[in-house]
C-alpha cells in the first residue's frame, strides 16, 4: 500500500484526513485511538478489555515511519505505528 499524497491533522473537530489516488478520506482522532495497532492495546482488545477513549483526545503529533505513522496523542499515548494499509483498512470500515 503506497502512502497517502497527503496528510492533515485537524485538531479543532478532531479529524485525520488523507488524500489518496482515490480521493480524501478522513478518520476521527477517537477512532484512531481506539484502533491503535500497538501491542499493549492489541492484547487489550484480543482479550476482550474495552478501553474508553474519550471524545476530546486530539493527535498532537505525526511522526512518518516510511510504511506509516506515529500518532502521538493528547492523552499521553504514543506506541501505535500505523502502515498505510492498516488506515487504508480503518477508513473502509
Given amino acids: ?9 485537524l485538531r479543532g ?4 484526513l ?3 489516488e ?3 478520506h478522513s478518520l476521527s482522532h477517537t477512532r ?6 500497538c501491542s499493549q492495546c492489541r492484547a487489550a482488545r484480543l482479550s476482550g478489555g474495552i478501553s474508553l477513549v474519550r471524545d476530546d483526545v486530539r493527535v ?3 511522526e512518518s515511519q516510511g510504511y506509516g505513522v ?3 496523542f493528547s492523552d499521553g499515548h504514543e506506541r501505535g ?5 492498516y488506515l487504508r483498512d480503518l477508513v473502509s470500515k
Fill in 1 to 9: 500500500m503506497n502512502a497517502p499524497q497527503a496528510i492533515r491533522n
Fill in 13 to 16: 473537530p478532531g479529524q485525520l
Fill in 18 to 20: 488523507l488524500q489518496w
Fill in 22 to 24: 482515490d480521493g480524501e
Fill in 32 to 37: 484512531l485511538r481506539g484502533a491503535c495497532p
Fill in 60 to 62: 498532537v503529533q505525526i
Fill in 70 to 72: 506515529q500518532l502521538v
Fill in 81 to 85: 505505528i500505523y502502515p498505510w494499509a
